[in-house]
C-alpha cells in the first residue's frame, strides 16, 4: 500500500461566543460515511501552512484572510486517513481566527469540495463533546476550551 505523504492548513474559526465553524462532508469512495471537520486541506506547491489555510478557508467559507492575520500555529497533528481511494498521512497545522461573525459563502468552493462538503455549522466546545457523530480533530472540544 502506497501512503501519499502531504501537509495541510487549518483554521479554527471561532466567534463571539466560542463556537467553532465545521463543515460536513465525506468521501466519494466511501458515500453514507459523513464527518464534521475544520476548514482546510492539503498545500499546493510552495504554499506556507499559513497561505494554504487561508486559501482553503476562503475557498471553503469565502471568508477572505491574509495568512499574517492567522498568525502562528496554535496546534498540531498528524492524521492518517483514506480519501477517494488513495491512503494519506498528513501532517496539519491549525490556526486560531476568531470572527466576530460570519456567513458562510459556498460560491469559491472547487469541484471536489462541491461534491463532498455539504453543510457547515457553528459548534460550541461543549456540543462537539457530547456529540455521538465523527468530529475531527477528535481533540477539538478540549482544543477549543484550552483557546
Excluded at 83 to 94: L, T
Aim: charge should be negative; include cysteine.
Amino acid at each position: 500500500m502506497t501512503v501519499i505523504d502531504r501537509r495541510a492548513g487549518r483554521v479554527l474559526c471561532v466567534d463571539q461566543a466560542g463556537r467553532a465553524l465545521l463543515l460536513h462532508g465525506g468521501d466519494p469512495a466511501r458515500p453514507g460515511q459523513r464527518w464534521w471537520f475544520t476548514p482546510g486541506g492539503g498545500l499546493r506547491g510552495s504554499e506556507s501552512s499559513a497561505e494554504g489555510a487561508a486559501r482553503e478557508l476562503r475557498e471553503e467559507t469565502g471568508l477572505h484572510v491574509a495568512a499574517t492575520e492567522l498568525g502562528p500555529p496554535v496546534w498540531r497533528e498528524t492524521a492518517e486517513f483514506s480519501y477517494n481511494g488513495a491512503d494519506y498521512r498528513q501532517d496539519q497545522e491549525f490556526f486560531l481566527l476568531r470572527v466576530a461573525e460570519w456567513r458562510v459563502d459556498t460560491a469559491g468552493m472547487e469541484a471536489d469540495e462541491q461534491q463532498t462538503i455539504t453543510e457547515h455549522r457553528w459548534w460550541s466546545p461543549e456540543e462537539i463533546a457530547a456529540s455521538t457523530e465523527r468530529i475531527y480533530p477528535v481533540a477539538l472540544a478540549d482544543l477549543l476550551r484550552g483557546l
